[in-house]
């Protein structure tokens, strides 16, 4: 007999597996439907799982034209892993949520709803219909969500006193790879602006490199005397001829300069390109200009500046000008690149981070590094509350949901206790990825929260001395971690929920 399994060539020489029957295979029903989709929802945590926390491991990943990247933000890694299964598909958006709502616990969530699935299909194996599970998984989120609420500490910190706010930004740095590179690269040349960088420079090496006062033009129309189009003959046939339209074409464009100069503006910004001539005849005229900026940053330098974006040179007037108090163009490195500093503008909350690096890829984590630290601080701001991290919360909740099992009379106990036990996911995966032995650190952790009724002792991940995570300043936005119950909740039930999977293929 043939076997099941064949191997094969593409056009490209690289092998691949063809499975026989796979045609029949691929409608699934009942419970082989769920069991397919626990394994691939649980294959997605398995990676995430070693990333998670302090001493979390990083991630190379290879994208299809070459670029790497290095990282251990669960959001990026699965962002950039291309996963086809459909329910994959569904933790990569889980953890997007999670990103875009909160902007942090981005790998924790995955974990988290991993751990859910994996107690699911052990419930399925004992013959516990999915909808029972998943009215279980419901209460008991509930459960640990208030729970939360109730070992939730405001964080204090004020208008006058930021300090706490700059120490958060801190710790959560602490935990990422940037903490790590320091030494060697340049990223302690990055530097905080008040007001906008554009990757451009002055369109002519003689114009002023330092404006101040500056009164900007932000234009989105061609700063160019009117070309003739190709549906358009223009005969010359005469030197004279020449000459006249080069004339008149110069007169044009000295008559845009002055306009400009007219309405008071000493710097024009355009989104498109002049050509040599006219960038010369400006420098003449002394009106510095910078060209092929483009769309998002004219915006910003809009917004930034006060002015307003003009998409009709006619409409030019001074009050749509921009304005800011200097303008500078800064040169950087062995070959000069040159970057244009718009600053003291008269939005004065505009802010840029401009970051330094190595190179590419310790850029691109360190700018998804610094927003996590600022997602953290926007969400103190927006709510106080906090829980305390290391697992701490988690062990808590698991304690909290174990004990309220008890008054579930019904099959949803059996699914309230496997919850409780997935809560314990968190505490472990920390425990065994910062080399520490998890089940016995965890229920020493655990006894220990019991006897002394602190809802604070955690993972000692980095070996400072004590589990204590508020002596330790470890915590997290109560906000943040009551998303991730919630959506972690949310997409397990959704799971359990499908019971056929059907594929193009049954067509
Ligand atoms: P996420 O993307 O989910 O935020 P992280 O890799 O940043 O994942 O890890 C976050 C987890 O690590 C949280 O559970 C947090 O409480 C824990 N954690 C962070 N710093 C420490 C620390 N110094 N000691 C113990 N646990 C920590």
Not at 75 to 85: F, G, K
Not at 313 to 341: H, N, W
């Amino acid at each position: 007999e043939a076997s099941a399994m064949a191997l094969a060539f593409d056009e490209f020489g690289r092998p691949f597996i063809i499975l026989r029957e796979q045609e029949k295979k691929s409608r699934l029903q009942g419970l082989d439907a769920q069991k397919a989709n626990i394994a691939a929802g649980k294959a997605v945590a398995r990676i995430l799982r070693t990333s998670l926390g302090p001493k979390g491991m990083d991630k190379m990943l290879q994208s299809p034209d070459g670029d790497v990247t290095i990282t251990n933000d669960g959001a990026t890694i699965l962002e950039q892993m291309d996963v086809d299964n459909q329910i994959a598909k569904l933790m990569v958006e889980l953890s997007r949520s999670q990103d875009y709502e909160i902007g942090d616990g981005t790998t924790g969530v995955v974990v988290m709803a991993g751990a859910l699935l994996e107690q699911a299909e052990k419930l399925l194996e004992r013959g516990i219909h999915p909808i029972r599970i998943a009215e279980g998984y419901e209460l008991a989120s509930r459960i640990a969500f208030d729970h939360l609420e109730h070992i939730s500490q405001k964080f204090e910190f004020s208008d006058t006193n930021i300090e706490p706010l700059v120490q958060t930004c801190m710790t959560t740095l602490s935990s990422k790879i940037v903490n790590r590179c320091k030494v060697g690269g340049k990223l302690e040349d990055t530097e905080l602006v008040y007001g906008i960088i554009v990757d451009k420079d002055m369109s002519h090496p003689q114009m002023p490199k330092r404006i101040e006062d500056a009164k900007i033009a932000i234009l989105t129309c061609p700063f160019e005397p009117p070309k003739p189009k190709t549906k358009h003959k223009v005969d010359i046939d005469t030197v004279e001829k020449f000459q006249m339209l080069r004339e008149q074409e110069q007169k044009y464009f000295d008559e845009m300069v002055q306009k400009c100069k007219n309405v008071g503006a000493t710097l024009v910004i355009c989104q498109w390109g002049f050509d040599d001539e006219a960038n010369h005849l400006l420098m003449h005229r002394n009106l510095p200009a910078v060209r092929w900026v483009g769309g998002v940053e004219l915006e910003l330098i809009a917004i930034a500046t006060g002015g307003r974006i003009v998409p009709r040179f006619q409409e030019l007037s001074p009050e749509k000008l921009g304005k800011a108090g200097i303008v500078r163009e800064k040169s950087f490195g062995t070959t000069k690149d040159r970057m244009l500093y718009i600053e003291q503008c008269a939005n004065s909350r505009a802010v840029t981070i401009f970051i330094r690096g190595g190179n590419k890829m310790m850029i691109e984590e360190t700018k998804r590094s610094l927003h996590d630290a600022l997602c953290v601080a926007r969400n103190l701001i927006r709510n106080k509350s906090i829980v305390y991290g290391g697992g701490s919360a988690e062990i808590s909740c698991s304690v909290a949901v174990e004990a309220a099992a008890d008054r579930y009379p019904g099959v949803e106990q059996y699914a309230i206790r496997s919850f409780a036990d997935a809560l314990d996911a968190i505490p472990l995966a920390l425990a065994e990825n910062s080399g520490l032995s998890p089940i016995d650190t965890l229920t020493a952790v655990k006894s220990q929260q019991v006897k002394e009724s602190n809802p604070h002792c955690g993972i000692d991940c980095n070996d400072v001395g004590t589990n204590d995570m508020k002596e330790q300043d470890v915590f997290e936005s109560l906000i943040g971690k009551q998303q991730q119950i919630l959506l972690a909740t949310q997409v397990v039930k959704m799971i359990l929920k499908i019971d056929d999977v059907i594929s193009p293929s049954d067509f």
